[in-house]
């Protein structure tokens, strides 16, 4: 398995990743920070704008973990983990639980509400 490449906004952060599918990496899956994939596979330089495009206002929306009915906040994402709570919680600023979910997402444990 070949790394993935890193794509940056121009303040240095990170808006997803290009797993490259061959050698050469003419072919490459754009991913989003949560490692899940962003459309079809396609060249280097429409993978990035792609990416560029969808930058990090997704990570602000809800999700449901496992098709659960709770809706949920990403309060982290790294290569560490995902963490979640329930959205409600983290918006009134009481103590919730928190779930770590593996990164990268590839099994799409995390859908959006």
């Not at 982290?76 to 709570?85: D, L």
């Not at 919680?89 to 979910?101: D, F, G, H, I, Y």
Request: charged share 30%; no cysteine; hydrophobic share 40%.
């Amino acid at each position: 398995m070949q790394e993935w490449v890193r794509v940056t906004r121009e303040d240095g952060e990170t808006v997803g990743w290009l797993e490259p599918l061959d050698a050469g990496y003419e072919r490459l899956l754009p991913r989003s920070v949560l490692g899940h994939a962003v459309g079809e596979p396609t060249e280097w330089v429409e993978g990035e704008e792609r990416l560029q495009e969808i930058g990090l206002r997704h990570l602000a929306e809800e999700w449901l973990l496992d098709g659960a009915p709770t809706r949920l906040a990403l309060l982290e994402v790294s290569p560490q983990g995902i963490v979640v709570a329930p959205a409600l919680q983290t918006k009134a600023l009481a103590p919730a639980e928190r779930t770590r979910v593996d990164w990268p997402d590839l099994d799409g444990r995390l859908r959006r509400a």
